[in-house]
């Protein structure tokens, strides 16, 4: 019993940890026109208060069916597992495939949460992945990740509601990389498309790709961050920007 209370806990933690990390990001990205307009005052302007709200929804939604995961089998929360469902966004569990295999192994060292549909087997993520990885298909999804070239120590895969990703063969991911889905709109008023990653593309340490179509053979510089943009094939994006709506933004200072 105190090993399910302990598992509990770290879970709501993690999760509230999450919410209010989740909750600082979305405050600091606002789409252009925001960031670049002066004439509409920050209290006037009521779409960050209702995403922040959302957010928050989501992520207490999560705390509570992860604990109730957790209290039903503390191995559920390990390894390659199912996600909670439970909530509007993400009704019932839905466990990883791997190369075409349902599989669930709460000893693998990485966590592969919900419906992931992986090209690799176990034996080979065992190869070419680091360690302290996350793919949580727990708020988005599917996510469709083929055959993985190398992934380095603490990369997240993660999605919003109603949102999916795609991610082509042979993609190097740096450490701490962050793949996040988010709805692209292509036509005003039309379902949004999903976000994607292209063969044989190369994220290098710290890059950040969300809501953004990045083509075949491309390369994303170290801590730099691809935002709401469509990447042609072999475009290079230089170490340390912010690429925002197709254009270099800003600079990363640190």
Known sequence: MSTVKSIKRQTVLGVCL????MLLYSTAIRPTSALKSTAVAASDDPAPSCHNIAVLEVNVGLA???????????NSVLGINVDPGGNTFDPQRDA??????????????????GDVIMGDNRETLNRVMGARISLRADEGGPFIVRRIASMADNCIFHAL????????????????????GG????????????TVIGNNVTLKNQAVVFRSFVARNSVIGEKSAVVGSDLTPGQVIPDRVIYLNNEIFGTVEW
């Open 161 to 180: 509601e109603n949102n999916d990703l795609v991610v082509g063969n042979n993609v190097t991911y740096g450490e701490r990389v962050i793949v996040h």
């Open 96 to 113: 990883p495939k791997l190369a075409g295999l349902t599989t669930i192994d709460p000893s693998f060292r990485n966590r592969i949460i």
């Open 18 to 21: 999450l919410a209010l990390l």
């Open 183 to 194: 709805g692209r709109i292509i036509v005003a008023g039309e379902p949004e498309d999903p």
């Open 64 to 74: 509570k069916e992860y604990s109730r995961l957790a209290i039903e089998n503390p």
